[in-house]
Every structure is written in structure tokens, then in C-alpha cells.
């Protein structure tokens, strides 16, 4: 009998394999493991992601890359935090070809180090790195992920309202 555990992952990677731009630039999640703590990210050559000299076009590159460190801290902070990615950095290394890997992975002790830093601050920004790979290991891409992690319940900083300027001249 599947576990709690087995079952969410496996309606995750359900999920995010019948996702429409997933399907659309031919992305396929090949393995999401029990804790949702490494995704495994597959994209073959298609003639729908094939740029004009013929590799993968840059953007199914990122696109591959785009929400699965969000998805393990959510996952694995729980309900009461927010997690957004905020920014990111794709490198390209060499055109890409045949079929392109990434793997995605947020060890134990770094979701504590973040959940501790979000809990202690109220926020935190944390950054990933992930590369692209092709079937001989090559390093086709790198990416650069900052996310921004924050617990509902800390209050928000208001920002300082500033007086216009008009308010504050004396004629």
C-alpha cells in the first residue's frame, strides 16, 4: 500500500507532466523521490524546441528549470511559509542537443538552515544552482535560482511613507 508520501509524489509528477508548457516545449519529469526533495527533469530534441541553427531553443532550457526548487521547499517548509522564486541567471555552457538533464536536489540540512533563517528574520533568500547536462554529461547550461522564502505569520514591513513635497513647504 502506498504511503501519504508516495502518493503526493506521485500526483505531483502526475501533474507536472500534463502541465501544458511542460507538454508544449516536450519536457518530461522522469523521477521525484519520496521526501519531494529531488526532481529529475528530462527534454528530448523536438522539432517544437529546436531553434534556427537546429538545438535546443534557450527558452525550453529555462523552461525546464523554472519551478521545481520552489516546489521542494514548498513541499517541505510546509503551510506555514511562502515561497516565490524571485530571480534567476541561465548561463549557456554549449548548444544542446539529443536529450538534456537537470536534477534538482535540496538536501535535509539546507531546508532546516532556510526554515531556521525564515523563522529567525521573517524572510530569507536563498540561491540555487542547477546545470543542464546532456547525455554525455557535458554541461550544456547553468542555473542561477534566487527564491524568496517567508513565514505567514511574520508581520510585514510596512515601507515608509514619504511626505510629498508640497505638504511640506511653508510659504
Same mark, same amino acid.
Given at each position: %500500500?502506498? +504511503?501519504?508520501?508516495?502518493?503526493? @509524489? *506521485?500526483?505531483?509528477?502526475? #501533474? ?11 519536457? @518530461? #519529469?522522469? *523521477?521525484?523521490?519520496?521526501?519531494? @526533495? +529531488? #526532481?529529475?527533469?528530462? %527534454? @528530448? ?8 541553427? /537546429? +538545438?535546443?531553443?534557450?527558452? =525550453? ?16 517548509? /510546509?503551510?506555514?511559509? &511562502? ?5 534567476? +541567471? ?24 532556510? *526554515? ?10 536563498? !540561491? ?10 557535458? !554541461? ?8 524568496? &522564502? *517567508? ?12 511626505? =510629498?513635497?508640497?505638504?511640506? =513647504?511653508?510659504?
Amino acid at each position: %500500500m502506498a +504511503t501519504s508520501d508516495q502518493r503526493k @509524489r *506521485r500526483r505531483l509528477q502526475r #501533474i507536472l507532466n500534463t502541465y501544458p508548457p511542460f507538454l508544449g516545449a516536450g519536457i @518530461r #519529469i522522469k *523521477r521525484v523521490s519520496d521526501d519531494i @526533495r +529531488t #526532481i529529475e527533469v528530462h %527534454m @528530448r530534441l523536438h522539432f517544437w524546441n529546436r531553434n534556427y541553427v /537546429g +538545438t535546443h531553443f534557450g527558452g =525550453s532550457l529555462y523552461s525546464m528549470c523554472d519551478p521545481f526548487f520552489m516546489l521542494i521547499l514548498i513541499n517541505n517548509l /510546509g503551510k506555514d511559509y &511562502v515561497v516565490w522564486d524571485k530571480s534567476a +541567471t541561465i548561463r549557456f555552457k554549449k548548444p544542446g542537443t539529443g536529450t538534456m538533464k537537470a536534477v534538482f536536489h535540496v538536501p535535509p540540512e539546507r531546508i532546516q538552515e532556510i *526554515r531556521a533563517a525564515a523563522d529567525a528574520q521573517g524572510k530569507v533568500e536563498p !540561491v540555487f544552482h542547477v546545470q543542464v547536462t546532456d547525455q554525455e554529461d557535458n !554541461v550544456v547550461a547553468e542555473i542561477d535560482k534566487l527564491l524568496y &522564502v *517567508r513565514r505567514k505569520d511574520f508581520p510585514r514591513q510596512e515601507k515608509p511613507q514619504e511626505a =510629498s513635497p508640497q505638504a511640506g =513647504s511653508q510659504n
